[in-house]
């Protein structure tokens, strides 16, 4: 199975936004912007909410249905391992190798000799094309890279077997992910991966490196653009250098994770995938659950109520809510509000802290990103938030689509 160049991740925590999310991207293929979904949930996310692989596989295929989508479109078991991929078999078309706790730990001694030996080409002067500065790489180099990376990528290589044994050879797609970790890796790093992806007979079609500064949930780059933008220029030339010279896919392209809301970044992104002719696929993982508290608040009403509700109930449990994300949220606890301020607020100051306008001097980044890890709050209400997404549907679905299409897929694919 070959992805299309283009693709846009999208998760949908509560699993009622399926037809909203394809309907954005409908009207962006309408626009000549050939972009494809992929729907994402992880393993986590399923067990707090309750829900299982196949009913993304369901809300997927129902989506498409409902608007005669005719193009490709895929089913992503997100973050997966060897302890969590059997759910996943059946529903899902596109796996992502999740392999970031293995990073920083090291292979054998001998497994990591063994690759320095194989892959002496990769030491010495390396020319690039597309990449004007000199990279020397030392056999010292090469083997702290081993050190870092390649127990990670043979346990990728036993969880891609598990799949292909299961699934059959050419019957999925697959991304290797090593973004939620604190190691970023350099163009340098990133070509030795993709050395040991070939190695382990990988065919992996979007790689998801880490990337210099904060990728932080639900909210802008924190970094130095500039920066950011010689790696993610440098990373677009390696990858082509590696498909040639390791034999990988015609079709790999990078991956970015955490992707929502990097809004300073797209205009860098969407400039050099052009330069490049190359693929993209983009996350914006938990930007429809935003959307959804959003719409609730917008609504008033009871789904105002719950709006506040949510935060009520996350706060005392600030520290269990954040700790699985914490590589990927950055909070300040003094800039959140106190329940009592928030359950003085009316829709539109409720609304003005939660959506991401950095001309909103209401704008708090820091209530964003906590309200993105409390999903968990809003599935322990259990039918009464769902009940609540199906009173305001219109209002959600709308606040969804605009979110994704012009806010997203326009900026980074257009």
Known sequence: MKIVPYTIGMGDRFSHEGIAQLSA??????????????????????????????????????????????????????????????????GSNFFTLDVADFSGQP???????????????????????????K????????????????????EAGKIYRYVEEKKGKGNFVVEVSVDETDLPQTPVDLL??????????????????KFTGRFNKGVDYVGDPAQFEKEFD??????????????????????????????????????????????LHVKTAGTTWLEEVIGLAEAGGEGLVIAKEIYRLALPRYEELVKPYAPVVDIDQAKLPTVGEVEGWDSAAYVAALRHDA??????????????????????????????????????ARNVTYNLLERHIKPIFQ
């Open 25 to 90: 991207v409908a009207q962006a293929r309408a626009a000549g912007i050939a972009v494809n979904p992929v729907w994402n949930k992880s393993h986590r996310e399923h067990t707090i909410i309750g829900t299982k692989p196949d009913d993304v596989r369901a809300e997927a295929d129902a989506a498409v249905k409902a608007l005669n989508w005719t193009g490709a479109y895929y089913v992503d078991a997100d973050h997966i391992g060897l302890k969590t991929v059997d759910s996943f078999l059946a």
């Open 107 to 133: 292979a054998t001694d001998e497994e990591i000799a063994s690759f320095v030996e194989r892959n002496a080409k990769l030491t010495g002067v390396l020319q690039i094309p597309g990449i004007d500065e």
């Open 135 to 154: 990279i020397e790489v030392s056999k010292e180099q090469l083997t702290g890279i081993a050190k870092k990376f390649l127990l990670a990528i043979l």
């Open 192 to 209: 030795v991966i993709l050395a040991m992806i070939a190695e382990q007979g990988i065919p992996a079609q979007t790689i998801a490196p």
């Open 234 to 279: 440098q990373d677009l030339a390696v990858i082509a250098y590696a498909v040639k010279e390791f034999g990988l896919p015609e079709t790999l392209k990078l991956s970015v994770h955490s992707g929502s809301d990097k809004f300073s970044l797209y205009p860098i992104i969407n400039k050099l995938v052009k330069k490049h002719g190359s693929g």
């Open 359 to 396: 001309s909103e001097k209401a704008y708090n980044l820091h209530f964003r990103q906590f309200i993105h890890v409390s999903f968990r709050i809003a599935a322990e209400l259990g039918a009464r938030y769902t009940d609540a997404l199906k009173a305001n549907a219109e209002i959600i």
